[in-house]
């Protein structure tokens, strides 16, 4: 299965949007997509295998924002209301309908904002350990973590974060600011659609009391932890796709997300 890439320009940025889909869906407008957004450094490389098993039955767009994944820098910083206005005018610009809002890390920040702006068109949000916890918005406290996290990663996670950092710096140092600032508990209650918070037991930058506490402010919002590290979706894909469906099946048929799972 080959990804279709291709890179538009949105209000003048570059958006890098990697489509797979099961055959004869990579321009299926009727059904949902499921869009996947990196976190700060990150490129769609950080989903490159639960995209796969989510391909099977989903049509699913992994996306490069501006400045990441090899993409030139904006020039200026972007907040997480302008990315998540970015990514959906991107997304809906190749034909995609409603869409699923998966974010990872920073990634959580941009789909929640992109929820609550653009509510006709989202779905529902999956947030796989969010940023940034209220007691640790510091630099020294963030590379701490990063660092601890790193120590649970496999193999590969670590080349991905390594290579994907190294090409983004410009881009990242800029973005580190709108990130610490961003107040994700501020933004979920206004976020009306299911909203299901994903952790990595072993996660260090997303810890437990603090995932628990966006899923209770979200209006429809569920916790659920999964064995591994921040990038828990690349160590548990089929678990992982498993959840984005079951979320799918019980909105369609009841209009809610699954119970919290701790």
């Known amino acids: 299965m080959r990804a279709k890439v291709e890179t538009v320009r949105v209000q003048g940025l570059p958006v890098r949007l990697h489509t797979l889909a099961p055959a004869g869906r990579v321009h299926d407008g ?54 998540g206005d970015l990514v959906v005018e991107a997304v809906r610009s190749r034909g995609a309908g409603d869409l699923v809002l998966v974010g990872q890390s920073m ?32 630099l020294l406290l963030q590379a701490t973590d990063l660092a601890r996290d790193c120590l649970v990663e496999g193999t590969r996670m670590n080349a991905v974060l390594t290579t994907d950092y190294l090409r983004s710096v410009p881009q990242y140092v800029r973005e580190l600011r709108p990130m610490l600032r961003h107040r994700l508990e501020a933004t979920l209650p206004h976020v009306a659609q299911p909203v299901l918070v994903v952790r990595g037991t072993q996660d260090p930058i997303a810890r437990h009391d603090w995932c628990a506490r966006l899923a209770s402010v979200a209006p429809r919002g569920a916790f659920v932890e999964l064995p591994g590290p921040h990038h828990v979706q690349e160590r548990q894909p089929v678990a992982f796709a498993q959840l984005v469906g079951e979320l799918r099946r019980v909105q369609t048929l009841e209009g809610t997300v699954p119970e919290a799972r701790r």
Do not use: Y
């Open 30 to 83: 009727l059904a949902p997509t499921i869009v996947l957004v990196h976190g700060i450094g990150m490129s769609h490389r950080s989903f490159h295998r639960s995209q796969r098993v989510l391909a099977a039955s989903h049509r699913t767009v992994s996306v490069d924002l501006p400045g990441f994944g090899g993409l030139p820098v904006a020039g200026r910083r972007l907040s997480m209301e302008e990315l």
């Open 107 to 138: 990634g959580t920040q941009v789909v929640a904002e992109a929820a609550r702006r653009h509510p006709d068109v989202v779905d529902s949000v999956v947030l796989i350990g969010p940023v940034v916890a209220q007691r640790r918005r510091s």
